[in-house]
């Protein structure tokens, strides 16, 4: 079970810290990302951290976006700065695998209601 918080209103420029929970699977063992999805858009990842602690982010969000991880807390967190009204979106986390086949990281749990970030002009 994975539960985002964090979310809310804030000027672009700023900067939110999103939080992820994680309970039920084994948090240091896993890869968890962050993804988020605006309306009418589809579902679209942002940033990955391995159980080792290696993180990786799409173009849109390098530099900007930070994911780290808290394993006594069972809690992913992504710093969020210099936010655009572009990046207005709900903001889900996941447990994933990399498919290497593919060359793609999957969703391997349900996905629950994620939280809502808004970036004013």
């Known amino acids: 079970q994975l539960q985002a918080s964090g979310g809310g209103l804030v000027q672009a420029g700023g900067s939110l810290r999103l939080s992820c929970v994680v309970s039920?699977?084994?948090?240091?063992?896993?890869?968890v990302a962050w993804y988020r999805q605006a309306p009418g858009k589809q579902r679209d990842m942002v940033a990955t951290?391995?159980?080792?602690?290696?993180?990786n982010y799409p173009d849109s969000v390098k530099g900007r976006f930070t994911i780290s991880s808290d394993n006594a807390k069972n809690t992913v967190y992504l710093r969020m700065n210099s936010l655009e009204p572009e990046d207005t979106a709900v903001y889900y986390c996941?447990?994933?695998?990399?498919?290497?086949?593919?060359?793609?990281?999957?969703?391997?749990?349900?996905w629950g209601q994620g939280t809502l970030v808004t970036v004013s002009s």
């Open positions: 996941n447990v994933v695998a990399f498919d290497a086949l593919r060359r793609v990281w999957l969703p391997r749990a349900s």
């Open positions: 039920g699977i084994a948090f240091n063992m896993n890869a």
């Open positions: 951290i391995t159980g080792g602690g290696s993180a």
